[in-house]
């Protein structure tokens, strides 16, 4: 399985209004973070694509700021404190995750995000009782076991059908920590 990185913005506490206001909105108190390929509220760190991205990035529709090489990616974004570098595995099996192995990075959980676009259908669009609860998510705003989140993303389509945020791509989400 491929294995992707993304450098988006930090969405936690520091945010301030920002913070409070998805708090209230979203009813997750227990969140500590936002970890989330969800544009809104962790955009892109890379929004403008330069000729030498390209040799880089993930060139597929949705994808593009998505990078194959870290270390570049890492170079391109430097010097920006309020990142969050996400390594990322697009609808992986359960047997896929334990191919990632990189001791800078940690497993934060899985991620829904609506097909052909970006907004996360866990963390960012009201809720969906029939499919999950609050209590779900971790304090990252994200799903931790393989075969919930296969789960929410079934219910979604079948409880939820004339949604467009329902049907959803499963990403799995790391961490760099180090």
């Not at 506490?13 to 913070?19: K, S, Y």
């Not at 209230?24 to 969800?38: F, I, P, Q, T, Y």
Request: aromatic residues 12%; charged residues 25%.
């Amino acid at each position: 399985m491929t294995v992707m990185y993304s450098a988006v913005t930090r969405f936690d506490p520091n945010r301030g209004d920002d913070w409070k206001e998805y708090i209230e909105w979203s009813g997750l108190s227990h969140l500590r973070e936002v970890l989330s390929l969800d544009s809104l509220l962790c955009p892109t760190i890379v929004e403008t694509l330069t000729d030498e991205d390209w040799q880089y990035n993930v060139q597929e529709d949705h994808k593009t700021h998505l990078f194959h090489n870290l270390d570049y990616l890492l170079r391109r974004i430097a010097g920006n404190k309020q990142v969050n570098v996400l390594a990322v595995m697009h609808e992986p099996f359960a047997t896929d995750l334990s191919s990632f192995v990189d001791p800078r990075f940690v497993f934060r959980g899985f991620d829904l995000i609506e097909m052909d676009g970006s907004i996360s259908a866990i963390s960012n669009c009201g809720g969906f009782d029939k499919a999950f609860s609050t209590a779900d998510l971790s304090e990252y705003g994200l799903l931790t076991e393989h075969t919930k989140t296969k789960s929410v993303q079934e219910l979604l389509v079948s409880e939820y059908p004339e949604e467009r945020h329902a049907e959803c791509d499963m990403w799995a989400i790391w961490q760099k920590v180090s």
